[in-house]
């Protein structure tokens, strides 16, 4: 079971509580993740990545064990600690200002 951690405004629009929990058939990769969890939560289609491009939005960012995955192409794998539970993948709002 893949469990995600969505940022705060996200958990609100799936009414979500907490970590949402997946299954994921197949390779876990950043793609499988974000189609499953727009596949069981539709409303969140186009929030974390473009209706017609698939490409991650522009202020949201990816983590999995410390690593930063934002900028990692859709068929990167996804860290063992991931696939198997232990550790959860983030989705995180990127802050900007100046």
Known sequence: MIRVVL?????NLARVDGEVQLEVIGAVTLRSVLDMLEARHPVLRGTIRDHITLKRRP???????????SLEPPETRLPDEVVS????????GAMAGS
């Not at 940022?7 to 958990?11: A, G, I, K, T, Y």
């Not at 539970?85 to 995180?92: A, K, M, S």
């Open 85 to 92: 539970g232990t550790e959860p993948f983030l989705i995180v």
């Open 59 to 69: 202020f949201v960012r990816f983590f999995a064990c410390k690593e930063d995955l």
């Open 7 to 11: 940022p705060f405004h996200l958990r």
